[in-house]
């Protein structure tokens, strides 16, 4: 039967190591979400794994299966759920159709002539490997490990992301500690706490506790399916706020693309926390926008809404600073990445001191420029307030 046929050329595929991937289609199971199927080889501590990837309307699911366990459940699947099969190998390409006119096997040219890497492939130099298992299962890499062309700027984004972070932490007093905490807030689609916990626990080879929390439970979920797939133990995702987030016990505390008074938040929870490192990319500033009264003398600039908005951003994000500062952080803010490739590119940064600047000095300075603009509140202001 073409049907056993399949699973057996796939069976065999993975003991001759000629296995490249695997998709299921034409799903006509009960699920009325599922859309198709995805299946990859990966190596895990526990040896080489099948890892499904089930593709939702909105969102995905991530799993891996002993070799054995994998193709009983692909056994299972054709057939009754999913009506079409296509698997790619180094020696040929097997496409399987079931229809109610029977059930075809196809065999063509193989289109890979090599499987894809499933070990990392790391010099000392290389950040982060574009073999890695989570950037080929959140669609970042192929599964040769190339960048796909409409992930390149994200690509862009998390090296120079793990930079920086690497750098900041270097310069830290975390530098002496094997064992520490990172919480990144507003975590989304996980690209980022990925390759943080991948940097500390792969690369540098510590023992990292990283939690990413966000607001979207399918992204919670697809994320936490996939750390689950992949073993990344001390790899948790959360579904929650920022501002209902209970931080306590944090080293370092990420914030990136943080909508609005959300980047507000989380940053009075770093300094709340006593965190030894806050790094914040600040999205759509809103809450001082309303607020300006523009000066006499920029009256006739500020009347131009991009400038005002410019002005906006401008003000938002140095009163944060001078806050962080207060607070007994050294804050640099600098241009995350370019702006081609992505326009939110701004960073704040605070690495905690022991000696905090003179707080009457600091004050004095956002009273004259809340005062200068006819600001009345600023989110992060308030929330510092005893």
Request: proline share 3%; aromatic share 8%; hydrophobic share 40%.
């Amino acid at each position: 039967m073409s049907t056993e046929k399949f699973i057996s050329e796939t069976a065999k595929s993975l003991r001759d190591e000629t296995f490249v991937k695997m998709t299921l289609g034409n799903y006509k199971g009960s699920d009325g979400q599922l859309q198709k199927l995805l299946i990859r080889l990966v190596e895990t501590r526990k040896g080489a794994r099948l890892f499904f990837l089930y593709r939702y309307q909105t969102r995905d699911i991530a799993k891996n299966y002993s070799l054995d366990e994998g193709l009983h459940i692909l056994s299972e699947l054709l057939g009754k759920d999913f009506h079409s099969g296509h698997l790619f190998t180094t020696t040929k390409d097997f496409q399987l159709a079931i229809g109610k006119r029977g059930v075809h096997l196809n065999v063509g040219k193989p289109t890979f002539a090599v499987k894809p890497k499933l070990e990392h492939d790391r010099e000392k130099k290389i950040l982060i490997d574009p073999n890695s298992f989570y950037l080929k299962a959140l669609g970042i890499t192929t599964d040769h490990g190339a960048i796909r062309d409409k992930q390149q700027d994200k690509w862009k984004q998390i090296n120079k992301f793990v930079e920086i972070l690497g750098g900041l932490f270097d310069q830290s007093s975390l530098k002496e500690k094997h064992d520490f905490n990172i919480v990144d807030m507003g975590s989304g689609k996980g690209y980022l706490t990925f390759a943080a916990y991948d940097y500390f626990k792969n690369v540098s080879g510590m023992d990292v506790n990283v939690t990413g929390i966000d607001t979207n439970p399918n992204l919670v979920e697809l994320c936490s399916s996939i750390a689950k797939a992949g073993e990344f133990e001390n790899l948790l995702f959360m579904e929650g706020s920022i501002g209902d987030a209970d931080i306590t016990d944090v080293d370092i505390l990420i914030a990136l693309h943080a909508c609005d008074t959300a980047t507000d938040d989380a940053l009075f929870k770093g300094i709340s926390a006593d965190a030894e490192i806050i790094i914040a990319a600040p999205c759509c500033h809103k809450e001082i926008r309303p607020q300006i009264k523009p000066p006499k003398m920029f009256k006739d600039i500020l009347k131009h809404g991009i400038m005002l908005e410019r002005t906006a951003e401008t003000i938002t994000d140095g009163l944060r600073a001078l806050l962080l500062e207060r607070s007994g952080y050294a804050v640099k803010l600098f241009e995350f990445v370019a702006t081609e490739h992505t326009p939110k590119n701004n960073m704040i940064v605070g690495t905690r001191i022991e000696k905090a600047v003179a707080s009457e000095k600091v004050n004095s300075q956002i009273q004259s420029i809340k005062e200068f603009y006819g600001i009345k509140k600023q989110r992060l202001e308030n929330l510092l307030q005893p």
